[in-house]
């Protein structure tokens, strides 16, 4: 599949910008990672999978992970990125579907995480994560009540699950999300109110 037609596929089950700028999002910092982990050759894989991992939660919040199976494939994708992307939603969603493989880890940690740094960027008189700290980002952690959505429970797991300290997901996670900020900009642009 193409970049187009995963671009095509999503924009079928989901209309909300939102939702649109979130997957564009974790796309681009799943190529951040896929590079920055040495798994430059499988770049474009790893950007389809962020691109793709939340295909039925517009429409199908309540079936997210398992709806998009289905829809996955009956558009014919092959099963590896299937599984790559449903694992997200290991132990979140009925899914069962364990995360195994660095990049599936990857995504389960990465992607709540956007949710957080997202919203703590718009708190920022920049409203951009580019002069975002990771000391600035550990507080807003910490307040429960900021961004209550965005589970610290699964961002704290996903770092377990690599083995990594809270502390190195953020720090990576915000260089990856400043290194497709300006990108993921340009393609909400195009997008129609």
């Not at 564009?24 to 894989?45: P, S």
């Not at 449903?86 to 990465?110: I, N, Q, R, W």
């Amino acid at each position: 599949m193409t970049r187009d037609e995963a671009w095509a596929l999503l924009t079928k089950y989901n209309k909300d910008r939102f939702h649109l700028q979130h997957a564009l999002t974790v796309e681009g910092v799943m190529r951040w990672y896929a590079n920055d982990l040495g798994y430059g050759d499988e770049a474009d894989f790893w950007a389809m999978v962020g691109l793709l991992h939340d295909l039925d939660f517009e429409m199908w919040p309540e079936e997210h992970c398992v709806k998009a199976q289905e829809l996955m494939r009956d558009a014919g994708l092959d099963e590896a990125l299937i599984h790559a992307t449903c694992s997200h939603g290991y132990g979140l969603t009925g899914v069962d579907m364990e995360p195994t493989l660095e990049m599936e880890k990857v995504l389960f940690a990465a992607d709540e995480l956007t949710g957080l740094i997202g919203a703590a960027a718009l708190m920022r008189p920049s409203k951009s994560v580019q002069d975002m700290e990771v000391k600035s980002l550990k507080k807003k952690f910490k307040s429960t009540g900021f961004a209550a959505g965005c589970s610290r429970e699964v961002i704290q797991k996903g770092a377990d699950m690599l083995g990594w300290p809270l502390e190195t997901l953020m720090e990576k996670t915000i260089a990856a999300m400043r290194s497709c900020e300006a990108q993921v900009q340009a393609e909400m642009a195009k997008i129609p109110e």
